[in-house]
């Protein structure tokens, strides 16, 4: 059992920044990719940003060159910073982690909200 715990949503002004962290009970060794996922009110979730274990990362297109997901494995830790933001990243932010071992785990979920 991995347990992920989110920290650093919270209210911000558009334009504005924040830096969400992902803490995992496993080594980041352990782990091959952590990944940033969202949910709007009525929406799907959808994925936001990855990086698997050697440090390559991937984003969804509308957060592109505004968003930067990090790994830090001295402190298990994933961040996702998060620049230029708009009141369409409203939504729940869930890190997510596909460890070695198998099986998919999700964190409980941070609140980004952005207002206008």
């Known amino acids: 059992q991995v347990q992920l715990v989110e920290s650093g949503g919270g209210l911000v002004q558009a334009g504005g920044s924040l830096r969400l962290s992902c803490a995992a009970s496993?080594?980041?060794?352990?782990?091959?990719?952590m990944a940033w996922y969202r949910q709007a009110p009525g929406k799907p979730r959808e994925l936001v940003a990855t990086?698997?274990?050697?440090?390559?990362?991937n984003y969804t297109d509308p957060v592109k060159g505004r968003f930067t997901i990090s790994r830090d494995n001295a402190k298990n830790t994933v961040h996702l910073q998060m620049n230029s933001l708009k009141p369409e990243d409203t939504a729940v932010y869930y890190c997510?982690?596909?460890?070695?071992?198998?099986?998919?785990?999700w964190g409980q979920g941070t609140q980004v909200t952005v207002s206008s």
């Open positions: 496993l080594s980041m060794i352990d782990i091959l990719r």
């Open positions: 997510n982690a596909w460890p070695r071992a198998g099986g998919r785990y």
């Open positions: 990086i698997n274990n050697a440090g390559t990362t």
